[in-house]
């Protein structure tokens, strides 16, 4: 990826450009020290001077007024804030028309920032104070006065804090009185620009000791830069937290969010006071101290799938390479590109009306539809369809252009979604909710309507990333989370009255992706690369999960590494300097995964023998349990070592109905309430009471057999057989009262016991010969 400078010959501006403000994506406003407001157009490359400031105004930060988020939806900013040395600011229309200007500060007005809603405006001035103003320029607080003078200022992503500059210190502060506020040294000089994005909640900062710096929203270091020849004069995030921009004494660096740089760039611009990113992220502007104006271009980026190389190589030109045979295809577009994502054998891509959808199968005949809303911000591609995010809402089409659905919940901002808040997968949308963090939403991807009863799912802490798997029928799909602590969890996506359990599966992960072609999971632990081979191991036997996984050390991708994609067995992770490193995972689960999925059980453990691995017999074993095959769970099993649960397999085969066989291979699960169940929805009564004795659950077992007005002797006895066993005395109340003047009388109860199994014998064979003769008939 690098940058592609366009600079005029001769400066438009006879003094230097302070501050620069995009109003779409292809006009921009340039205020200079010359007193003039410029407006720049970059299709038909032409400038026209809008307003000559009075010149006792000397412009230093201009903010355009965000584009309504509401139902009024602009397709442009029509005003913008200017603040100037004389201590004021100005409203001033799209036209150069004044609206206001209003006394602020003593000193120079640093700088002014509308937040995300457009409902309150912040400046900073020269004077050391922080002022809140309402839209039409009312004074509504003073929110902090210190010293030195306030370089910058932003919003946080909500709106409800503000981080600004204090000599070498960043401080966030929140609106409301008595909030903490957090304070740190960031910096060996004074800090003259900071950013903040409202997608990736990261912090930019800039100083005069030559360093860029990205930090987290609680202040901890994420990247420290070199020192440069001259101090950074501005830095400023793209619109989707992906990457930044860098400006300094003929300067122009472009770089990644985890802060490690894609190009150098060296104009004659002077210093780059003030950088504006276009709307849809795919242009700079920057604001320079010789009266230029220079403009930037991203380009190069770089799509790879299995084979193919896709490379933005000009804004309306794209280049595929298949390395396998060296073909080249060039793709045409008629607007500029904006974004593009290659996955499942498609390549889907934006420009600024139209997407079009390519197979690579075929590049010449692209499907190509029209766009609802404006700038796409977010491609997520699943095996079936794909889903296009904008500043309007989400939708998904299908690989033919179909509209199929476009989930909505209450109170949804679209712009702040991002492939870690976002999963899709063939049937389902997950999406995570800024307002409150801890909760998931889940969607039918068919209908766009809430999934299941319309349960949310919601976690004890805020979560950070989400990603649902790929593969698998419906009922068994999975969604992983990572929360604040770095805890890896896994939960079933159906949501139908019961609460599904939410299941630790690792501590410590950064990044974690599931394989596109079978449900294996991968993540970086700490020091380790982590493959989970079958996450569904903890719903089904949770003491051998460990067996089932795949570990290495992770000390050769240095620290803070992101994992880009994991195809077939193919797992391509980024390290913090940029280079990308392929780690290739074992073949054969994946293929044992295959072999299960279509019930092809002997093959699996003709697989399992071959390759002589316990990681293999115990993703078997797994697998078998939660398809119910015993015969198969009983070899892998063995092959393990776990001879107590083949012995407990055995006794299940030997039990006379199918439901006891199914009852008993959930409780081998744990799932001891739906065994209960089970049992007592085929009115096996006290083989429920039972299993409940085995557990020495015996609350429940007198609490069963007193609802049903049985067996209340055997559960007596069984219970003054345990207490004898251990030389203690009845204290539970319950037990004293219905033990009164009973007689435990062994020779009855057992049987009564062999009664009832000869009953359940009974039933099951005539169950067995009435279908039979169903068949028959």
Known sequence: MRLKISLLKEPKH????????????????????????????LLTSETSQIVKLPDDIYPIDLHWFPKSLGIKKQTQAESFVLTSSDGKFHLISKLGRVEKSVEAHCGAVLAGRWNYEGTALVTAGEDGQIKIWSKTGMLRSTLAQQGTPVYSVVWGPDSEKVLYTAGKQLIIKPLQPNAKVLQWKAHDGIILKVDWNSVNDLILSAGEDCKYKVWDSYGRPLYNSQPHEHPITSVAWAPDGELFAVGSFHTLRLCDKTGWSYALEKPNTGSIFNIAWSIDGTQIAGACGNGHVVFAHVVEQRWEWKNFQVTLTKRR?????????????????????IKASLNYAHLVVSTSLQCYVFSTKNWNTPLIFDLKEGTVSLILQAERHFLLVDGG???????????????????????????????????TIAIKDKADEKIIFLFEAST????????????KNEILEIALDQKGLTNDRKIAFIDKNRDLYITSVKRFGKEEQIIKLGTMVHTLAWSDTCNILCGLQDTRFTVWYYPNTVYVDRDILPKTLYERDASE?????????????????????GSLIHISISPYPGILHEYVSSSKWEDGVRLCRFVKEQTMWACLAAMAVANRDMTTAEIAYAAIGEIDKVQYINSIKDLPSKESKVAHILMFSGNIQEAEMVLLQAGLVYQAIQININLYNWERALELAVKYKTHVDTVLAYRQKFLETFGKQETNKRYLQYAEGLQIDWEKIKAKIEMEITKEREQSSSSQSSKHIGLKH
């Open 14 to 41: 006879q003094e230097l450009v302070s501050c620069v403000g995009w109003t779409t994506a292809e006009e921009l406003y340039s205020c200079s020290d010359d007193h003039q407001i410029v407006k720049w157009n």
């Open 393 to 427: 809402g989400i939708y998904l089409y299908s690989y033919e252009g179909r509209f199929i659905s476009s989930p909505k919940f209450p109170g949804m901002r679209t712009d702040i979604l991002n492939a870690q808040t976002v999963s899709l997968s063939n049937d």
């Open 557 to 577: 991708f240095s620290k803070n590494p992101h994992i880009v994609s994991f195809v077939g067995n193919q797992v391509t992770i980024r390290r913090a300097d």
């Open 317 to 337: 030109t794209m280049q595929v390479r298949n390395v396998l045979n060296d073909a080249v295809d060039l793709l045409e577009f008629r607007d500029r590109v």
């Open 448 to 459: 766009g309507k809430p999934l299941g009863d319309g349960k949310l799912l919601s976690h």
